[in-house]
C-alpha cells in the first residue's frame, strides 16, 4: 500500500471507527425480515426491511451522497466523478430471522472482547456499512474520481434477490460491481444453487406429535426438537440431546449443534441429524415414519450428496454440497429442506430426478423450488486482478481468487465479483456464532481490516481502462 495513502486510510479509521460502529448500530436495530403479508407499495418485502433500507439511505445522505430510493426495491447513494461510467457497489440490509438460542438481543449491537453481536453484524449490515464509508474516505478527500461510484443496498438478498432484477429493468449494470457478502480475498463465480422440499406421507396415529428444527433452508440447522409418544424416563442420554417429560405420556427431545452458512457446510453440526438419528436408534416412529427419517438422515449426515447418489464435483468449484437446513410439520406431514451448491457437472433437472426417485420409494414426494445456475467470469481480467492487488497490498498476503458455494449478487449482473469482508480461517470465541445462526458476531478488527482494503480497492479500480 502507498505510504501516503495508507496513513490517510488510517487516520480516517482511527477518528471514524466509532461512527461506524454507531451506523452499522442503526441498521442492525432494525427487525428487517422479509414479511409479505405486510408489503404495500414502497415497501414490497415488508416493513421491516423498508426500515432498513430508509436508514441506510438516510445514513448515506447525512455522509453527503446523492442518495435515491427505488421504490422499496433498492436504495443507491452515489459519488459522482469525471464519468458516468459507474464501478458499483452492492450489499443487503434484510437479514433472516434470529431464530432461536441467542444470549444477546439480536437486534443490537452487543460489544464484547472486541467483537461485534448481532443479527446482521456479518451478513451483511456490518459490511456495506464499512464499504459505505470507504467510499466516504474518498468523498472526504476532495478529489473528483474517474468513475462514478455507486453503491447500492439492496432489501431481498436473504429471500430470492428479487430486488436486482427490479433495479436493473431500470438502470444499466455498472462497468463493474463488487458486493462484500462474501470471504476474502476475491470470489470469480459461485456455484448453482438447487433449494427443494421433501415432503412425507401423511402420518395418522404416528410416534411424532411435533418436530420443528432450522432458522433458514439455507442454514446448517443448529437447534432442533420433537414431541413425542414416548415415556421420557425410558429415552437413554445422548451427546446433543436433551429429553424432557412432556406430560401426558409425551417426551420432548431436543437437539443441539452448530448452525452454519449452507455454502459452509463443514463449520456446522447439523442439529436435524442429531434429532433424527436419535429417533431411529431409539426406535421412536412408526414404520412409515421411520422410512421418511431414514431419508432424512441420508440427507443431513453426509454434506457431500454421497448418502443421496447425487455426489459431484467439476475443476472451477470442487465438490457439491447439500445441507437440509428446516424440518416441520404441517397436517400430518413432515416436511424437510435442502439447499444445495452444486457445480458445472450436473443439473438442476438431475438432481431433481434423482432425489424424487428416493422420495417416491419411501411414499414421498420432492419439490424443487428454486434452481440458479452457476456464475463465473475470468479470473484474469483486470477487475479481479485489481481486487487482488488491492487486498494483498493490504494484507501482505499472496492471495489467489477463488470460487464458492455461497449465493450472492455478483452473479445478479453481467460483470461481478463477490469480495469479503469474511475471514473463515480467523479463529473465533467458543462463544461467538457465525451468519445465520444464533449470537452472530464478527471481530472489530476484520472490519476495520476490511475498510482498509475498499478504501484500497477503489484506488486500484480507479486505474483500470473501463
Known amino acids: 500500500m502507498e505510504d501516503v495513502l495508507a496513513g490517510e486510510i488510517d487516520s480516517y479509521l482511527e477518528k471514524n471507527w466509532e461512527s461506524?460502529?454507531?451506523?452499522?448500530?442503526?441498521?442492525?436495530?432494525?427487525?428487517?425480515t422479509e414479511d409479505l403479508p405486510a408489503a404495500k407499495p414502497g415497501a414490497p418485502f415488508g416493513p421491516g426491511p423498508r426500515a432498513a433500507l430508509t436508514e441506510a439511505l438516510d445514513i448515506a445522505r447525512g455522509m453527503g451522497f446523492e442518495v435515491h430510493d427505488v421504490d422499496g426495491y433498492v436504495g443507491y447513494a452515489d459519488l459522482p466523478g469525471?464519468?458516468?461510467?459507474?464501478?458499483?457497489?452492492?450489499?443487503?440490509?434484510?437479514?433472516?430471522?434470529?431464530?432461536?438460542?441467542?444470549?444477546?438481543?439480536?437486534?443490537?449491537?452487543?460489544?464484547?472482547?472486541?467483537?461485534?453481536?448481532?443479527?446482521g453484524v456479518i451478513d451483511d449490515k456490518g459490511?456495506?456499512?464499512?464499504?459505505?464509508?470507504?467510499?466516504?474516505?474518498?468523498?472526504?478527500?476532495?478529489?473528483?474520481?474517474?468513475?462514478?461510484?455507486?453503491?447500492?443496498?439492496?432489501?431481498?438478498?436473504?429471500?430470492?434477490?428479487?430486488?436486482?432484477?427490479?433495479?436493473?429493468?431500470?438502470?444499466?449494470?455498472?462497468?463493474?460491481?463488487?458486493?462484500?457478502?462474501?470471504?476474502?480475498?476475491?470470489?470469480?463465480?459461485?456455484?448453482?444453487?438447487?433449494?427443494?422440499?421433501?415432503?412425507?406421507?401423511?402420518?395418522?396415529?404416528?410416534?411424532?406429535?411435533?418436530?420443528?428444527?432450522?432458522?433458514a433452508p439455507n442454514a446448517v440447522p443448529g437447534i432442533a426438537h420433537a414431541v413425542v409418544r414416548a415415556d421420557a424416563s425410558t429415552l437413554p442420554a445422548a451427546e446433543g440431546i436433551v429429553v424432557t417429560d412432556a406430560g401426558e405420556g409425551t417426551a420432548r427431545i431436543d437437539a443441539q449443534g452448530k448452525a452454519a452458512?449452507?455454502?459452509?457446510?463443514?463449520?456446522?453440526?447439523?442439529?436435524?441429524?442429531?434429532?433424527?438419528?436419535?429417533?431411529?436408534?431409539?426406535?421412536?416412529?412408526?414404520?412409515?415414519?421411520?422410512?421418511?427419517?431414514?431419508?432424512?438422515?441420508k440427507l443431513t449426515s453426509a454434506t457431500d450428496g454421497s448418502n443421496l447418489g447425487i455426489k459431484t464435483a467439476d475443476e472451477h468449484f470442487g465438490e457439491l454440497t447439500v445441507v437440509g437446513g428446516t424440518i416441520c410439520m404441517q397436517d400430518g406431514r413432515v416436511k424437510q429442506t435442502l439447499d444445495s451448491r452444486f457445480p458445472t457437472s450436473t443439473t438442476p433437472e438431475e438432481l431433481t430426478s434423482t432425489l424424487s426417485g428416493l422420495a417416491s420409494e419411501v411414499g414421498a414426494d420432492c419439490e424443487a423450488t428454486r434452481t440458479v445456475e452457476p456464475f463465473l467470469i475470468d479470473p484474469e481480467s483486470g477487475y479481479v486482478q485489481a481486487l487482488l492487488s488491492a487486498y494483498n497490498e493490504a494484507t501482505g498476503e499472496h492471495a489467489k481468487p477463488f470460487t464458492q458455494g455461497g449465493g450472492t449478487y455478483a452473479r445478479k449482473f453481467s460483470c461481478a465479483a463477490?469480495?469479503?469482508?469474511?475471514?473463515?480461517?480467523?479463529?473465533?470465541?467458543?462463544?461467538?456464532?457465525?451468519?445465520?445462526?444464533?449470537?452472530?458476531?464478527?471481530?472489530?478488527?476484520?472490519?476495520?481490516?476490511a475498510f482498509k482494503i475498499y478504501a484500497l480497492t477503489i484506488a486500484r479500480l480507479m486505474e483500470l481502462d473501463l
Open 82 to 119: 469525471e464519468s458516468d461510467t459507474q464501478i458499483g457497489i452492492i450489499g443487503h440490509v434484510d437479514v433472516v430471522p434470529a431464530g432461536p438460542g441467542w444470549t444477546v438481543e439480536p437486534f443490537a449491537v452487543t460489544r464484547r472482547e472486541g467483537y461485534l453481536m448481532g443479527r
Open 261 to 297: 452458512h449452507a455454502s459452509l457446510p463443514h463449520l456446522g453440526k447439523s442439529a436435524i441429524d442429531l434429532l433424527v438419528a436419535y429417533l431411529l436408534e431409539n426406535d421412536v416412529c412408526t414404520a412409515d415414519e421411520r422410512a421418511f427419517f431414514e431419508l432424512v438422515r
Open 127 to 215: 459490511p456495506i456499512v464499512t464499504t459505505l464509508h470507504a467510499v466516504k474516505f474518498w468523498l472526504d478527500k476532495g478529489e473528483k474520481l474517474p468513475y462514478t461510484i455507486r453503491v447500492i443496498f439492496g432489501a431481498n438478498e436473504e429471500t430470492g434477490m428479487h430486488d436486482v432484477p427490479y433495479y436493473r429493468e431500470r438502470f444499466a449494470d455498472p462497468a463493474f460491481l463488487f458486493t462484500p457478502d462474501a470471504e476474502f480475498p476475491v470470489s470469480y463465480g459461485e456455484k448453482g444453487l438447487y433449494d427443494a422440499t421433501l415432503t412425507s406421507k401423511r402420518f395418522e396415529g404416528g410416534a411424532i406429535i411435533d418436530i420443528e428444527g432450522g432458522a
Open 20 to 32: 461506524i460502529v454507531a451506523d452499522i448500530e442503526r441498521v442492525v436495530c432494525i427487525e428487517s
Open 418 to 449: 463477490s469480495f469479503g469482508p469474511e475471514m473463515p480461517w480467523i479463529e473465533m470465541p467458543e462463544w461467538a456464532g457465525g451468519m445465520h445462526g444464533p449470537d452472530e458476531t464478527v471481530p472489530e478488527e476484520l472490519l476495520k481490516k
